[in-house]
């Protein structure tokens, strides 16, 4: 019930929940409530998992030096049925950047960042208090808290991918990463591009906020036509700066809906414990509370927009002068890190990039 079984690749504790375990287990709750309150939150550490669109040609390199990491892409290629690993270190860039091959890419590569993050300070895995994963990444962090088996999970992102890149096939959509101000109204130039769609011929068009990055900052996504009269009213809207971003459809839309079925189907046969650490959600910006919503939750957020705004503030906020806990990106790409930053300067202030695509002796914290 771990990222690694006890013996493969490294020696014990041997795996990532085992190194969480020991920091909770044998503990009745409220000698657990005691001991997380005795740890200086300047001493904790919190993980965040990046999502699809952080993939690139490469990604990979940095963690081959990890026995435990390089197992890992093992597995991951009994489950896939091709050689995620070498996709990842020599692309090309255009099949990885496919849907059905980034999400399992991102996922695989983040938990063996993972890997190497433990072998290199395994404090941080044992004082690490919460979690947050952006769409993919909620898979890795969830199975990184103990709550999802590796194999299960990974098979589930391949169901998820598979089902999503198929949706996007149906609807010609996409993203649209916007920039803002202060007045900018997202509500009213998402109504307006609605609108203007109808009067192409559009039928029952979407185009709504999909993601929540940081303050002013947002993606809408939906119908191409939308997202290109968005595009060409920016400066009526108040937008400083949009971009299309390269993915296949309206994630985190209604235009997903046909992707909920598959992957219902088969989280209904994963086993979902309680998570050992506070895992956030995406749909609603919370830690789950009962392991049943996990599944109804990860469903859900297909066609939710992922709150990642409102999770910074759930996780990082505090009272005065209490310290920040180290944050950790595993994976590729920094943008968790840039949107934290956007979210919250001295939080931002404890944060590190565990690099997967270059093989550095990382620093000490």
């Keep these: 019930h771990s990222v690694l079984r006890p013996g493969e690749g490294r020696p014990p504790p041997g795996s990532l929940s085992d190194l969480l375990q020991s920091s909770v287990a044998g503990q009745d709750t409220g000698a657990e409530a005691a001991a997380a309150r005795r740890r200086r939150p300047g001493a904790t550490s919190v993980l965040l998992f990046p999502g699809q669109g952080s993939q690139r040609v490469g990604m990979g390199r940095g963690l081959l030096r990890s026995l435990s990491a390089r197992g890992l892409f093992a597995r ?56 947050a994963g952006f769409s993919v990444g909620e898979f890795a962090a969830l199975v990184f808290a103990g709550a999802l088996d590796f194999e299960e999970a990974l098979y589930a992102v391949k169901v998820r991918a598979e089902a999503m890149q198929q949706a996007s096939e149906a609807v010609p959509s996409g993203m649209l990463s916007i920039i803002g101000q202060p007045k900018s109204d997202f509500k009213v130039a998402c109504i307006e591009a609605r609108e203007h769609c109808r009067s192409l011929g559009v039928e029952d068009p979407v185009c709504e906020v999909a993601n929540y990055l940081f303050p002013d900052s947002r993606v809408i996504a939906g119908h191409l036509q939308a997202l290109k009269f968005l595009e060409e009213n920016s400066r009526k ?101 840039t949107m934290l930053r956007n979210c919250n300067l001295k939080a931002w202030r404890a944060y590190k990039h565990i690099e997967v695509s270059e093989d550095e002796e990382v620093e000490e914290a």
């Design 237 to 337: 809207y108040y937008f400083a700066r949009t971009k299309m971003l390269p993915v296949s459809g309206a994630f985190h839309t209604r235009l997903m809906e046909s992707a909920i079925e598959p992957l219902a189907k088969v989280l209904k046969s994963v086993e979902i414990r309680k998570p050992l650490i506070n895992v956030y959600s995406n749909v609603d910006g919370k830690k789950y509370i009962h392991s049943k919503c996990i599944k109804h939750l990860l469903v859900k957020q297909l066609v939710s927009p992922v709150k990642w705004e409102q999770t910074m503030h759930e996780i990082y906020e505090r009272t005065k002068r209490t310290e920040f806990p180290f944050t950790y990106e595993v994976g590729p790409g920094k943008q968790l890190g």
């Design 76 to 131: 991951a290629r009994e489950v896939l049925g091709y050689d995620l690993l070498s996709l990842c270190l020599q692309g090309p860039q255009t099949e990885l950047d496919r849907t059905v091959h980034c999400q399992p890419a991102v996922f695989v590569s983040s938990l063996a960042a993972v890997e190497k993050l433990s072998h290199q300070w395994p404090d941080v895995i044992e004082n690490c208090v919460a979690a």
